[in-house]
């Protein structure tokens, strides 16, 4: 499972770039939008997506796929490293326990 999360990791780290880079490529639309409205452009835009636009959103999407595979991932590793140390008997700390002090108190005392 830890291999799969490495390679998803990277590969959801190579969309991200790539994403960036695509959504920079984009022309901007809003450019001829002044007081009067621009010049020669209709005020939404044309209604045809070019291969840019396309791209993006399918990219987008494989971002959105990918980021919530990750997150279930990690979590299903999380809850298993947790029920794996929850179910582990304990071991011995090392430390030195502390002993009852009543009982060795009123033994001293009944000996003066």
């Known amino acids: 499972m830890g291999v799969l999360t490495s390679v998803l990791s990277v ?6 770039i790539l994403l960036i880079l695509v959504i ?4 901007d639309k809003g450019a001829g939008m002044g007081i009067l409205g621009g010049a ?3 005020t939404f835009g044309s209604s045809t997506a070019d291969i840019i636009t396309k791209i993006t959103a399918w990219m987008v999407i494989l971002f959105m796929v990918g980021s919530l595979t ?5 979590s ?6 947790k029920s794996k140390i929850l179910s582990s ?5 090392g430390m030195i326990q ?3 002090q009543t009982s060795e108190n009123g033994a001293d ?3 003066k």
């Open 89 to 93: 008997e304990p071991a011995e700390s």
């Open 11 to 16: 590969l959801f780290v190579i969309l991200c």
């Open 76 to 81: 299903k590793r999380a809850s298993s490293l």
């Open 98 to 100: 502390k002993q009852d």
């Open 40 to 42: 020669g452009q209709s």
């Open 70 to 74: 990750l997150a279930i991932l990690e």
């Open 109 to 111: 005392k009944k000996d």
């Open 24 to 27: 920079l490529l984009q022309a």
